[in-house]
C-alpha cells in the first residue's frame, strides 16, 4: 500500500469487473422483496375472489339450531345415493324401510369445493323407480359437490353434501 492511501480509496472488482457497492445490494434486496410481496398479494387475491368459504350467514344460530335439526334429520331414517352417468345426474332417496321418498321440496346444486364458477343448480324428474333423474351436461373429472336440501312432508328439512370422484379429463 503506498503512503497516504485509505482502504476506502481500494475497490475490489467481481468477476466480472464491475464494483458490487452498497446500492447495488440494496436494490437487489428490495427487488428480492417486491417480487415475493407482489406474489402473495396476488394469491391472496386469487384465493378470496374464487372461494368466498361462507357456509352459513351467522354461525352462532346455526350452531345453536345444529343438534336439534341432525336429531330430526335422523328421525326421517333417510338415505340418498347418487350417481352420474354420462351427461345425468340419478340420486334416489330411501326411508328406513327401503320405499323411495317423495319429498316435498327438493333443492340441490352440483358444483366444485374450492370455487363457485362450475356451480349449477339442479332441476330434477322423477322416474317410473322411485329415483330423480337431472340432467348436468359433460363434466370435467375431479371431485365434484352434491349439495342437496329436501323438505320432508312433515316440514323436516334433510340436508346432505355428497362428494363424487369423476375420473376423466
Request: glycine share 10%; proline share 2%.
Amino acid at each position: 500500500m503506498e503512503k497516504g492511501s485509505s482502504m476506502a480509496e481500494i475497490d475490489t472488482p467481481v468477476a466480472n469487473g464491475k464494483v458490487l457497492t452498497g446500492r447495488k445490494v440494496l436494490a437487489i434486496v428490495v427487488s428480492f422483496f417486491a417480487v415475493i410481496i407482489t406474489v402473495n398479494l396476488y394469491m391472496a387475491s386469487q384465493a378470496i375472489g374464487t372461494f368466498p368459504g361462507l357456509e352459513v350467514k351467522n354461525t352462532y344460530v346455526a350452531s345453536q339450531e345444529f343438534d336439534r335439526n341432525r336429531t330430526a334429520q335422523k328421525a326421517l331414517g333417510w338415505t340418498l345415493t347418487s350417481t352420474i352417468e354420462g351427461t345425468q345426474l340419478h340420486m334416489s332417496i330411501i326411508d328406513r324401510d327401503g320405499a323411495a321418498v317423495s319429498p316435498d321440496t327438493i333443492e340441490a346444486t352440483l358444483g366444485r369445493s374450492t370455487h363457485m364458477r362450475d356451480d349449477q343448480d339442479l332441476t330434477f324428474v322423477r322416474g317410473a323407480d322411485g329415483a330423480y333423474v337431472s340432467e348436468v351436461g359433460a363434466l370435467a373429472g375431479g371431485n365434484w359437490n352434491l349439495r342437496l336440501k329436501a323438505q320432508a312432508a312433515d316440514g323436516t328439512l334433510f340436508q346432505q353434501r355428497i362428494v363424487m370422484y369423476l375420473s376423466g379429463s
